[in-house]
């Protein structure tokens, strides 16, 4: 599946506002029965998603028409537990683009940037109000700015550098996976293999 590229995003946001959410929360561990990164948004969230007689649950926000967008707002400690890739791939399969907390697990992190997906650490004091903003007005909207590395609240514009990694910011400013970025700078590992024979 390619990787899109990523610049500016604004859009509505869809909150999770739980702590510590684990892997196995974002994907139970029985629908890891593929290796390709299709098919798993179906199953994001599955055991808050549904009940068990997989009737949708009303209350939980993913099934909430109020709510929509690319970007997941999610509690403190994303991504903890085990470290399986599948948690991005669910993830950015559903349709997100970013995902906002004030910290990430670190493997959870590295997954989500190999898959196209970015992870906005914010300040818990910034996460707090974009959780307000959302339960006062579900449609408020906000601006994920790649190249300036901003988070913006649209209807206040109060903004939040956030850090990343320099390779893997360029990936998703190109839409590259690893691969596809050697590839992209194949002329110059020639040359150099040239200069260095």
């Given at each position: 599946?390619?990787?899109?590229?990523?610049?500016?995003?604004?859009?509505?946001?869809?909150?999770?506002?739980?702590?510590?959410?684990?892997?196995?929360?974002?994907?139970?561990?029985?629908?890891?029965?593929?290796?390709?990164?299709?098919?798993?948004?179906?199953?994001?969230?599955?055991?808050?998603?549904?009940?068990?007689?997989?009737?949708?649950?009303?209350?939980?926000?993913?099934?909430?028409?109020?709510?929509?967008?690319?970007?997941?707002?999610?509690?403190?400690?994303?991504?903890?537990?085990?470290?399986?890739?599948?948690?991005?791939?669910?993830?950015?399969?559903?349709?997100f683009r970013v995902v906002v907390s004030s910290f990430f697990a670190d493997i959870f992190r590295g997954n989500a940037l190999n898959n196209g997906l970015l992870p906005v650490m914010v300040s818990e004091e910034f996460l707090a109000e974009m959780f307000a903003r959302i339960e006062s007005e579900p449609s408020t909207t906000f601006t994920v700015d790649l190249p300036e590395q901003t988070i913006t609240i649209d209807a206040t514009g109060r903004s939040e550098k956030f850090e990343i990694d320099a390779y893997k910011k360029k990936c998703l400013l190109g839409g590259f996976d690893d691969v596809d970025y050697l590839r992209s700078i194949s002329d110059q590992i020639e040359e150099y293999e040239q200069r260095t024979k």
């Open positions: 599946m390619p990787i899109p590229k990523f610049t500016t995003l604004t859009c509505g946001a869809v909150p999770v506002a739980h702590e510590n959410i684990d892997t196995d929360q974002i994907i139970p561990a029985r629908f890891l029965t593929a290796v390709e990164r299709k098919g798993f948004g179906a199953n994001l969230f599955r055991d808050w998603r549904y009940d068990k007689q997989d009737q949708p649950i009303a209350s939980f926000s993913l099934n909430d028409s109020r709510y929509s967008g690319q970007i997941l707002v999610a509690g403190k400690n994303f991504g903890c537990g085990s470290s399986r890739e599948h948690a991005a791939w669910a993830i950015f399969d559903y349709g």
